[in-house]
């Protein structure tokens, strides 16, 4: 005779995921570095960003790029034409990024380089809208990049994935003049989901508005390296011996 | 087709949920889902996945039951709760608010297990303690 029992597990249905991601981040935590997870869908221009920024960053930051939305070797050549180390990610028919293929990227990385050297880590996932919004990888900012000639309807049909965004980059607004799209409407339903994320309207053709962008990533930087500090200071003092009383 | 990435994932938890009970194997009847309508995920490619995935192992039979939780937002302007919605842009009817607080509509979460376990053998005489005790 079977007793009919019941567990409560009360366990999130990714936890195998997040166990990972959070393994990662603890590396990139003691690595001191800022791990970006860029995201959007496909042809919104990942690739075309990077190019841009990683020039414009890599006099002041090292950076590595582990690429997961890499359908030619073209991409990772432009990348790394930049003098930036570039690691193609093995995601197979995927859709998404999770934790365990990022954590593949790191150790080869780890082969061609010290992980501490780094000041930016970028993961450009797989072009997509949906499944990457639930798959953490151990990022510590999600950065979404909507361009202008998807319509402004976008944050509104995929909210999760600008929900979860800590920032969105409008991309290619230089086409804005010859386009029926407002970007003040795209700029205003992004933030009818995400009240409080950061946007920023560029155009890596012109190279309009990369600034504002690039100093948001400074900013995201240096609050992370000092959080990072911080809790290296508190493990420390947790490490230090008990002060001795002298009576 | 994420689902089948969710699966694997809820596959690893139910392993290690067995392993508490080893070396007995659960009899899962049913395995308890919450599922909130604010993720991307669809309840029907779940069950279908999960279907398919559990074939074969220590799982076959056992039920995927989803409950699906509404999307609740909290209006910050007036502290009202209300339903977003993507026809009204998910602002708060009441005050026009943007969707800043999210109450529920966000849960991925395993909430119970329904199983049995198997009977445990009658009790042997344990032979080592007497051939201790003849020695």
Same mark, same amino acid.
């Given at each position: 005779?079977?007793?009919?029992?019941?567990?409560?597990l009360?366990?999130?249905?990714?936890a195998?995921?997040?166990h990972?991601?959070q393994?990662?981040r603890?590396?990139?935590d003691?690595w001191?570095?800022?791990?970006?997870?860029v995201?959007?869908?496909?042809?919104a221009?990942?690739?075309?960003?990077?190019?841009?920024?990683?020039?414009?960053l890599?006099?002041e930051?090292?950076m590595?790029?582990?690429e997961?939305?890499m359908?030619t070797?073209?991409?990772?050549e432009?990348?790394?034409a930049v003098?930036?180390p570039?690691?193609?990610?093995?995601?197979?028919?995927?859709?998404?990024?999770?934790?365990?293929?990022v +954590?593949g990227?790191?150790?080869?990385?780890?082969?061609? !380089?010290d992980?501490? %050297? *780094?000041?930016l880590?970028?993961? /450009?996932?797989?072009?997509?809208?949906?499944?990457p919004?639930?798959?953490?990888?151990?990022?510590h900012?999600?950065?979404?990049?909507?361009?202008?000639?998807?319509g402004d309807d976008?944050?509104l049909?995929?909210?999760?994935?600008?929900?979860?965004a800590?920032?969105?980059?409008?991309?290619?607004?230089?086409?804005?003049?010859?386009?029926p799209v407002q970007?003040e409407?795209?700029?205003?339903?992004i933030?009818?989901?995400?009240?409080?994320c950061?946007v920023?309207?560029?155009?890596a053709?012109t190279?309009?508005g990369l600034?504002?962008?690039h100093?948001?990533?400074?900013?995201? +930087?240096?609050?992370?390296?000092?959080?990072?500090?911080? !809790?290296?200071?508190? %493990? *420390?003092?947790?490490a230090?011996? /008990?002060?001795v009383l002298?009576? | 087709?994420?689902?089948?990435d969710?699966?694997?994932?809820?596959?690893l938890s139910?392993?290690q949920?067995?392993q508490?009970?080893a070396?007995?194997?659960?009899?899962?009847?049913?395995?308890?889902?919450?599922?909130?309508?604010?993720?991307?995920?669809?309840p029907?490619?779940?069950?279908?996945?999960?279907?398919?995935?559990?074939q074969?192992?220590?799982?076959?039979?056992?039920?995927?039951?989803?409950?699906?939780?509404?999307?609740?937002?909290?209006?910050?302007q007036?502290?009202g709760?209300?339903t977003?919605?993507?026809e009204?842009?998910?602002?708060?009817?009441?005050?026009?608010?943007?969707?800043?607080?999210?109450?529920?509509?966000?849960?991925l979460?395993?909430r119970s297990?329904?199983?049995?376990?198997?009977?445990?053998?009658p009790?042997r005489p344990d032979?080592s303690?007497?051939?201790?005790a003849?020695?």
């Amino acid at each position: 005779m079977h007793m009919p029992l019941e567990d409560t597990l009360g366990l999130n249905l990714l936890a195998a995921n997040q166990h990972q991601a959070q393994h990662n981040r603890e590396h990139f935590d003691a690595w001191q570095l800022l791990c970006l997870n860029v995201m959007s869908s496909p042809g919104a221009g990942k690739t075309s960003l990077l190019e841009r920024s990683l020039a414009a960053l890599a006099p002041e930051f090292a950076m590595a790029v582990l690429e997961g939305d890499m359908t030619t070797l073209l991409d990772a050549e432009r990348l790394e034409a930049v003098g930036v180390p570039v690691v193609p990610i093995t995601t197979g028919r995927a859709c998404h990024l999770d934790a365990a293929m990022v +954590r593949g990227g790191l150790r080869i990385l780890g082969q061609r !380089l010290d992980p501490a %050297s *780094l000041d930016l880590l970028w993961v /450009e996932n797989v072009g997509n809208l949906v499944c990457p919004a639930e798959f953490e990888i151990g990022e510590h900012r999600k950065v979404a990049l909507l361009s202008v000639t998807e319509g402004d309807d976008k944050p509104l049909k995929y909210p999760v994935m600008f929900r979860e965004a800590d920032c969105v980059v409008i991309t290619k607004v230089d086409l804005l003049p010859y386009l029926p799209v407002q970007v003040e409407r795209i700029e205003a339903h992004i933030h009818q989901v995400n009240p409080r994320c950061a946007v920023f309207q560029v155009s890596a053709s012109t190279g309009a508005g990369l600034e504002a962008w690039h100093g948001w990533l400074r900013q995201q +930087r240096s609050a992370v390296s000092s959080a990072a500090a911080a !809790l290296a200071v508190e %493990s *420390l003092e947790a490490a230090a011996p /008990e002060p001795v009383l002298v009576p | 087709m994420h689902e089948v990435d969710m699966t694997k994932c809820l596959l690893l938890s139910m392993n290690q949920w067995q392993q508490q009970h080893a070396p007995a194997i659960p009899s899962v009847q049913r395995v308890h889902l919450q599922v909130g309508a604010f993720t991307c995920v669809e309840p029907d490619q779940l069950v279908f996945t999960w279907g398919v995935a559990v074939q074969g192992s220590w799982l076959a039979g056992a039920e995927l039951v989803i409950e699906t939780v509404p999307l609740l937002g909290r209006c910050l302007q007036c502290n009202g709760t209300y339903t977003p919605s993507p026809e009204a842009a998910y602002r708060s009817p009441c005050c026009d608010h943007p969707m800043e607080e999210i109450v529920s509509g966000r849960e991925l979460r395993i909430r119970s297990v329904d199983y049995s376990l198997p009977e445990p053998p009658p009790s042997r005489p344990d032979l080592s303690l007497t051939a201790a005790a003849a020695a």
